[in-house]
C-alpha cells in the first residue's frame, strides 16, 4: 500500500463517530489499526461505521424524544426554548452513550 493512501485513511474525515473509532483504535488497539490501514480495509472500515453508528443514533435519539413526547415539537405547555434545550441535552446523551460504547 503506498504512504499516499497512508495518509489519505489518517487525515479524511469519514464522520463523527468513525472519527471517535479511528481515534481509538489508533490510540488503545495500535496492531489492529495497523492492520486495517495495510491490508487497505481502513477506509471502508470507518465508512460502514459511519453509516452504522449514524443510523443507531438516529434511531436512539427519535427513541428518546418519542418518550419524551417531543419529537418534530414542543410538547404541550412547553415553549420553543426548553424544547430546543431539551432536545439538545438528548443529542449529547446520544452521543457520550454511543462514543463510550465506540470507545469499547
Known amino acids: 500500500m503506498s504512504s499516499k493512501t497512508n495518509i489519505d485513511v489518517e487525515?479524511?474525515?469519514f464522520g463523527?463517530?468513525?472519527?471517535?473509532?479511528r481515534h481509538y483504535l489508533r490510540e488503545v488497539k495500535?496492531?489492529?489499526?495497523?492492520e486495517l490501514v495495510e491490508s487497505g480495509e481502513a477506509a471502508a472500515y470507518l465508512e460502514r461505521?459511519?453509516?452504522e453508528y449514524s443510523e443507531k443514533f438516529s434511531r436512539m435519539e427519535n427513541r428518546m424524544l418519542e418518550k419524551e413526547g417531543i419529537m418534530g415539537?414542543?410538547?404541550p405547555?412547553?415553549?420553543w426554548y426548553t424544547w430546543m434545550t431539551?432536545?439538545?441535552q438528548i443529542h449529547e446523551q446520544v452521543r457520550e452513550i454511543?462514543?463510550?460504547e465506540i470507545q469499547s
Request: proline content about 7%; hydrophobic content about 35%.
Open 11 to 13: 487525515t479524511k474525515y
Open 16 to 21: 463523527g463517530m468513525a472519527s471517535i473509532r
Open 30 to 34: 495500535p496492531e489492529l489499526w495497523k
Open 49 to 51: 461505521f459511519e453509516e
Open 73 to 75: 415539537h414542543p410538547a
Open 77 to 79: 405547555g412547553m415553549d
Open 86 to 88: 431539551r432536545c439538545t
Open 98 to 100: 454511543l462514543s463510550a
